[in-house]
């Protein structure tokens, strides 16, 4: 751990490295706490380096320097200076010369899980963004590519060495218990792709012929006994090769594709070349074991994943402050696979979801950053939504600006220009200037401009002329000390709908500038205005709906996605109306109004049950946060939103009961889109059922968990009983542990089921939880499944007036901080919102805060994101 003032980095400082690595040999000696490791690199001058006979200055942390060597002779201490974080050798020979380091480090008392580290017994690494400089001295950074081949010595209880590329040697070493393994890989990468394992695995193995003719061998390791998991990840593996040959004629590159499950690790999962590691829970899939949620996950990820071979390893990025490069681009690319796997327009409307749940709040408050930040303490803490998210949408609203076509052969001439290269945002968007022919320097600003864009509409319609005038704005909100936004250049799909429901116009409009106007012609009626179809830019929208015209496009908008979101409005505009007290005696009318227009499409037999259960879907609290600006109440926005949901729920009651019947199935349990969606609706009307009270729930919660064949009924009960605080919820939960207490990823939903449980009180019991036998912090999955799930997932739990929910988040980070403080970094995140509540809240908030920043040691990570929480 750090103790100096954390270093700002700043984009405008890039400068390439004096010198390269062609190649390098790293042999790996595993040890628990003793590991050796040697690295013999090529290096040479750079030539488009400007600095000329400069040092040579290599990252390396948490590592114990053993030699140094240059064309084989041993350097002396002399030679080089080292500190915590730099090797530098102060007189590197002018010409190409061999350079070999060796080191030593203790994956055993790795806990920060970055780096060479033990799970379960198993050796395991995980290099991006900056963790290889606790392997070796090296340039860490993404624009230095090697080849590498890798020799791995581990004991024969370790019969499965794994590293990128092709294997090229396996053996016994003579005379002791151990054996060894050597990997080649041809293709050129940065050390982030780097990765290696070894351990007592299981596999489950298939085969691929690519378009090419390649025959790709694929295997899956996991912990022995879960074998039998693999089949679902494997099938996606599969779909996604065969997928990205044919939508972007992207053909795999080795003889082999591994991938590696294992139970400790921080994020979802890593792109290593060849050698992608997966937290487990995004790879281990039964019927009994694994949700519908699960296996779409599972699903997306491992594409996700997949796809990053062309577009993150075999084009990478020049800097980290490129990372939307490659994240937003291959979430845009998983996100279409998934649109052709399962149904288009569900999918768009769960990734806007994702979007307003987890971007917005995020863009709207003092972690705000642009996809494409200038500056950053921790390049860890910008695995963001923005990131991710907000980099697809940019992605596709190059498609949707410039069409399928050229986006494609965009697509494709990045793809020839830039193969082998590590890359920027700006040549990405070059391709596409180039393959359109229209200019994009006005759109490249939603890279580099932070903030949700506002966009106001208003609409006048001429009777006389025909004609429909529409006057939009656009503005994003400043926070304090911020310059002037710039009006951005923004795709909008629209469309005019008449009295009758019938489409006048449908098309789309560029706003480019902060005020314009756009007339539309022959309008043979007042229309109802449908815009930012298929959320074709993501923006809020501010504009005066009436609840008749919302009504209408619920029952009519031809685009499947503004009629679910007129039901998203017209649900918000209602959760506000009773935060505010407004006309409290015409409320319940207004709630039943929207219930009887959803009973239409409920009963519809042309739409998907998916499709359904999002209508019955609502925005949850930070959504609403925005709109209320400042001094939150938290009680009463909660009481507002379960006086919304348990209303409507009551007018619903008899169509709910109705699905809940008609979806009761007999069917062997299929993970695809036709089963999923028919359990989505169902468990969505039985949750909705349960806010009403309605007398039939309990019996059938109680069946549910008792009959059930599959995680989905059984955990789709338990989290109705537990969230809605039923009173059957702690019998649900015995149950639940008693027949699950051996499987790690069914005690986390165990212990996320109970982290959601709402309650002002909930802060106590999750503090007693952490007590249990099965908590530990040093597991990520399992301390997100309590604890994030308590700070994100459970509004009046976390925001409680007493405060407690906030200290028990603080006491978390700060101990979590001392082990992993990518974790601790991850849940700090969760106080990002707190300036928008009430002064009690407020102060409460900001006293943790200050308490957090006051802890000794405290990470880069950590402090980066609480310094920036407090000063905003
Ligand atoms: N590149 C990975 C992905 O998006 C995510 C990732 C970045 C990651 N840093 C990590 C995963 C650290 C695990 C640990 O697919
Ligand atoms: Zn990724």
Redesign the pocket.
């Known amino acids: 751990m750090r103790t100096e003032t954390p270093k700002t980095i700043f984009l405008k400082d890039y400068k390439p490295t004096p010198y390269l690595v062609d190649s390098v040999k790293l042999t790996f000696r595993l040890h628990d706490t003793e590991t050796l490791v040697r690295a013999e690199m090529r290096m040479k001058p750079n030539k488009a380096s400007k600095t000329k006979s400069a040092a040579l200055e290599l990252d390396g942390e948490m590592i114990k320097l053993l030699s140094v060597a240059i064309n084989g002779e041993l350097l002396s201490t002399g030679d080089y200076d080292l500190n915590e974080r730099k090797l530098v050798i102060r007189k590197p020979p002018a010409k190409a010369f061999t350079l070999a380091i060796e080191t030593q480090c203790d994956p055993a008392g790795n806990t920060a899980?970055?780096g060479l580290y033990m799970s379960n017994g198993m050796f395991c690494t995980?290099c991006?963004?900056e963790?290889f400089r606790r392997i070796t001295y090296f340039y860490d950074r993404p624009d230095v590519l090697a080849k590498y081949h890798v020799r791995i010595e581990a004991p024969k209880r370790l019969p499965v060495l794994l590293s990128n590329g092709n294997p090229a040697a396996s053996g016994e070493i003579a005379g002791t218990d151990r054996h060894f393994a050597e990997w080649d890989d041809p293709h050129p990468k940065p050390s982030y792709l780097f990765a290696l394992v070894a351990g007592d695995l299981a596999s489950v193995h298939d085969r691929f012929t690519t378009s090419e003719g390649r025959e790709v061998g694929l295997g899956i390791y996991v912990e022995k006994g879960k074998e039998s998991r693999c089949a679902w990840a494997m099938q996606s593996l599969k779909a996604s090769m065969r997928w990205d040959e044919k939508v972007f004629k992207r053909a795999y590159d080795l003889d082999v594709f591994n991938i590696v499950a294992v139970s400790d690790?921080?994020?979802?999962?890593?792109?290593n070349k060849g050698l992608n590691i997966f937290?487990d829970k995004y790879v281990l899939a039964l019927p009994e074991t694994a949700t519908d949620t699960d296996f779409q996950l599972i699903e997306a990820?491992i594409a996700?994943?997949y796809f990053?071979n062309w577009t993150?390893n075999r084009i990478t990025c020049r800097d980290w402050f490129q990372l939307c490069l490659?994240?937003g681009l291959?979430v845009f690319r998983d996100q279409e696979f998934t649109a052709d796997m399962r149904s288009r327009d569900v999918k768009r409307i769960d990734d806007v979801q994702d979007v307003r749940a987890r971007q917005f709040p995020e863009d709207f408050g003092p972690l705000q950053h642009p996809p494409r930040p200038s500056s950053y303490i921790e390049i860890?803490n910008f695995?963001t939504s923005t990131v991710?998210e907000k980099g697809a949408e940019v992605c596709r609203m190059i498609l949707t600006l410039i069409g399928a076509k050229a986006f494609d052969k965009g697509m494709q001439l990045y793809f020839k220009r830039h193969d082998g290269e590590a890359a920027t945002v700006e040549q990405f968007v070059a391709c596409f200037e180039a393959a359109s022919g229209r200019k994009l320097k006005q759109f490249f600003r939603w890279y580099e401009q932070a903030g949700t864009p506002q966009v106001a509409a208003s609409g006048v319609y001429n009777a006389k002329a025909k004609t429909y005038t529409l006057t939009l704005t656009q503005s994003v909100k400043r926070l304090k000390g911020q310059k002037p936004k710039q009006p951005l250049h923004m795709p909008l799909a629209l469309g005019l709908i008449g009295p009758d429901g019938k489409a006048l116009y449908n098309g789309m409009v560029e706003l480019t500038k902060a005020v314009q106007v756009f007339t539309f012609k022959n309008i043979a009626a007042k229309p109802v205005l449908s815009l930012n179809r298929n959320f074709s830019a993501p923006v809020v929208l501010k504009r005066r709906a009436s609840e008749k015209d919302l009504l209408l496009q619920l029952a009519h908008d031809s685009d499947s996605f503004n009629r679910w979101e007129a039901g998203q409005e017209l649900a918000q505009k209602l959760m506000l109306e009773r935060y505010h007290g407004k006309e409290a005696n015409k409320w319940p009318q207004k709630v039943e109004a929207l219930a009887e227009a959803l009973r239409q499409p409920l009963a519809d037999p042309h739409l998907d049950d998916a499709y359904k259960a999002k209508l019955l879907e609502f925005p949850g609290f930070e959504q609403l946060l925005p709109a209320l600006v400042k001094d939150v109440d938290p009680a009463r926005l909660n009481a507002a939103h379960t006086d919304f949901i348990s209303t409507l729920a009551q007018s619903l009651e008899s169509s709910l009961r109705e699905i809940y019947q008609s979806t009761e199935s007999t069917a062997a349990y299929l993970p695809d889109d036709a089963q999923s969606g028919q359990r989505a609706l169902r468990y969505q009307a039985l949750g909705l059922a349960s806010q009403a009270k309605a007398p039939w729930v309990d019996a059938s919660l109680i069946k549910e968990s008792i009959s059930a064949t599959n995680m989905t009924a059984e955990y789709g009960a338990l989290r109705i009983a537990t969230r809605f605080e039923n009173p059957l919820a702690e019998d649900l939960l015995a149950r639940f542990y008693q027949s699950h207490s051996a499987d790690p990823l069914l005690i986390d939903k165990w212990f996320a089921a109970q982290a959601t449980t709402p309650g002002e009180n909930s802060a106590a019991r999750v503090r007693a939880l952490m007590s249990h036998k099965d908590f530990t912090v040093k597991t990520p999955n399992r301390v997100y499944a309590l604890l994030r799930n308590f700070i994100g997932a459970n509004f009046n739990g976390f925001h409680a007036p007493s405060g407690e929910g906030y200290r028990l988040a603080a006491d978390v980070i700060i101990a979590i901080d001392a082990i992993n403080p990518?974790v601790a970094s991850r849940l700090a995140t969760g106080f990002r919102t707190w300036r928008m509540f009430d002064v009690n809240n407020r102060q409460k908030a900001q006293g943790e805060l200050q308490r957090i920043l006051a802890a000794k040691p405290l990470s880069p990570d950590v402090f980066e994101i609480i310094s920036r929480t407090l000063k905003a």
């Open positions: 899980l970055s995980q991006e963004a963790g690790f921080n994020m979802g999962a890593m792109e937290n990820i996700h994943e990053h993150g490659k994240e291959t860890n695995y991710y990518q």
